[in-house]
T-cell receptor, first 115, second 117 residues
Framework: DTGVSQDPRHKITKRGQNVTFRCDPI?????LYWYRQTLGQGPEFLTY????????KSRLLSDRFSAERPKGSFSTLEIQRTEQGDSAMYLC?????????????FGPGTRLTVL | AQKVTQAQTEISVVEKEDVTLDCVYE???????LFWYKQPPSGELVFLIR??????QNEISGRYSWNFQKSTSSFNFTITASQVVDSAVYFC??????????????FGKGTHLIIQP
């Protein structure tokens, strides 16, 4: 059973550019989560999907951010017109939808640096 | 709103000492989950334990033990006979019970644990 994978692991971009990250959850996990972690802080919840439906979005998710999970498997997180404040680690997690399976398993993250 | 407080920003101990990491939480939910995750220098969050709000039994797993006290809203984590490999940032987290729908985790700011040889 492979874990959650994320691609790329590192991304350096210039301010104003668009970036897209991909997350592949553990197979058969129907819930998928995105978090952002800045230096010295704990992860902060951004959004989550149950299958292909995006069910919750944090107020941290500005209109420059969009997330999709078109077929209920992998997910993408896009940031448009990046700003230096977007520099962070973007973490993806998944979990099973079965009752009692409430543990989220995290991927290695994508570290974004906006110059 | 939910909140998790880890008051200890950094703890440094010598190998083989016991160390306790504190976690205090706030929630209005009657059912919820508490978690501990470890984040080594590589950056990946590693799941350690999950505890239901209705299960106050303490748990021991090898050198790790957890003390959940609902009366004081605390979920503390103790490492016995610490080892250098335990050096990492440890996060306490809280979520709604999944039956309540949205269950994004609320994390504390983490405690950086340094085990010196």
């Amino acid at each position: 059973d492979t874990g959650v994978s994320q691609d790329p692991r590192h991304k350096i971009t210039k301010r104003g550019q668009n970036v897209t990250f991909r997350c592949d959850p553990i197979s058969e996990h129907n819930r998928l989560y995105w978090y952002r972690q800045t230096l010295g802080q704990g992860p902060e919840f951004l959004t989550y999907f149950q299958n292909e439906a995006q069910l919750e979005k944090s107020r941290l998710l500005s209109d420059r951010f969009s997330a999709e999970r078109p077929k209920g498997s992998f997910s993408t997180l896009e940031i448009q017109r990046t700003e230096q404040g977007d520099s962070a680690m973007y973490l993806c997690a998944s979990r099973s939808g079965l009752a009692g399976s409430d543990t989220q398993y995290f991927g290695p993250g994508t570290r974004l640096t906006v110059l | 709103a939910q909140k998790v407080t880890q008051a200890q920003t950094e703890i440094s101990v010598v190998e083989k000492e016991d160390v306790t990491l504190d976690c205090v939480y706030e929630t209005r939910d009657t059912t919820y989950y508490l978690f501990w995750y470890k984040q080594p220098p590589s950056g990946e969050l590693v799941f350690l334990i999950r505890r239901n709000s209705f299960d106050e039994q303490n748990e021991i797993s090898g050198r790790y033990s957890w003390n959940f006290q609902k009366s004081t809203s605390s979920f503390n984590f103790t490492i016995t006979a610490s080892q250098v490999v335990d050096s990492a940032v440890y996060f306490c987290a809280l979520s709604h019970h999944s039956g309540g729908g949205a269950d994004g985790l609320t994390f504390g700011k983490g405690t950086h644990l340094i085990i010196q040889p």
